[in-house]
């Protein structure tokens, strides 16, 4: 295979052609998996929202990290771009490779194996292409639960979930991604294979290398494999839609919830009342309960207990909130298929948004007790400048990560106008000390507004990992940070 080219070395570039560098990824994996036809590389080319698109040179599909070390190495000795993706299921561009065609695309969509299931340590250990519902299923069998979930778990990898830090609908109570993450895999730009594969809770030996790389976008390596925690299979939950009159009556019973519940609160969604009602409109498969109308916030509740209490306490824990008057109305889920619908409705809303059109998505996180007085502030300041918007908010209250989006009537008004609405949504997000990105990550979407607002020391810090990592700047450019960090 060759001497390995040690990153940062002031080693020369191998200037080959096209075709030359089509046949040495042909020898490494295989001519069947190096796609160049337009037919077989276009859905690789655009991501989710169809917003970004790109070209490349071709779409390479390793099968192992060998494989993949070996593509990185000649992307290095060539200086050619290397741009990771897994399950392409990203929201802001963040596997999609740029328009200037020079890149390989590197899919790990083969490497699908779960690789290990350790009952005992309460781990497995799998690669990077596995399907996240498929990691959620082998955990199953083993009487595990691996607990990351989202609305695109049928389609989004492990890969990507740690590459962007994924977040979903039980952070609160399982965190997110990066606290699943115990042991890693990362092939480096320069091919090497940086091996982090320990299951272990306490590893106090220096710098935690792994965090590096996750929420990392795959600017500064390729995660190939993962070590990842699982936990006890919840033997009872609980699960109620109970309506609000505002924000900041759903913050006051998410804090009686959490005394109440402590440990067993596993989620808690908060929902525009016309975003459940969109749901019910569009999208055919989810029922939606009659009477949603009774208030205009809604928020979805979960406990979930390793031993069954007996008795449902979220029946107590409600009748105490409609004595404080921060219930208007409730839904109690009287089975699993009630409570499966119940969170079908949430996990339905961005389709629903979909179907409508002109949607603006803005993921952002603040501290939870800021929430109400930033969607106040927020809507007013847009309502100001745009008397046609068509808000959908939505998102995880339980851990202060909304997702913010901005719809219109017509739907090109919202996008015409995208620079201004995310202006005001910024300025109020930056007002509150929040963030604009809680769990999609930057991509290409948000690098400029990430740029402007990021802290400048904070940024020199994030350049200069990248440059000693990434020298060439040859790992997912436009994407993240400045496309000059490396030159």
Known sequence: MGQTVQAGSASALRAIGREQLLRELSDIVGEANVLVSESDVAGYLVDWTDRFHGRVVAVVRPASTDEVSRVMRLAWETGTPVVPQSGNTSLVGSGTPDASGRAILLSLSRMNRVEAVDAINDTMTLEAGVVLEKAQEVAREASRLFPLSFAAEGTACIGGCIATNAGGTAVLRYGNTRELVLGLEVVLSDGRVLNMMRGLRKDNTGYDLKQLFISSEGTLGVITRAVVKLFALPQASYTALAGVADVASAARLLELVKNAAGPALTGFELMQ????????????????????????????????????PGVNPLEAILENAFERELVLDAFLANSVKESRAFWAIRESIPSADAHVGGNLHNDVSLEISDIPAFVEEALAGLNAAYDWIDPSIFGHLGDGNLHFNIGSTPAHLAFENEEGIREIVYRCVEAHNGSISAEHGIGQLKRGHFLALKSPLELEVMESIKRALDPRGILNPGKLLRDDVCA
């Not at 055919?284 to 109308?293: H, K, L, R, T």
């Not at 208030?295 to 979960?302: G, R």
Request: charged letters at 25%; glycine letters at 6%; hydrophobic letters at 40%.
């Open 273 to 308: 009342a016309k975003c459940i009602s969109r749901v019910g409109e569009t999208i055919d498969a989810v029922s939606v309960p009659e009477g949603i109308e009774a208030a205009p916030w809604w928020c979805l509740v979960e406990l979930s207990y390793s031993r069954d």
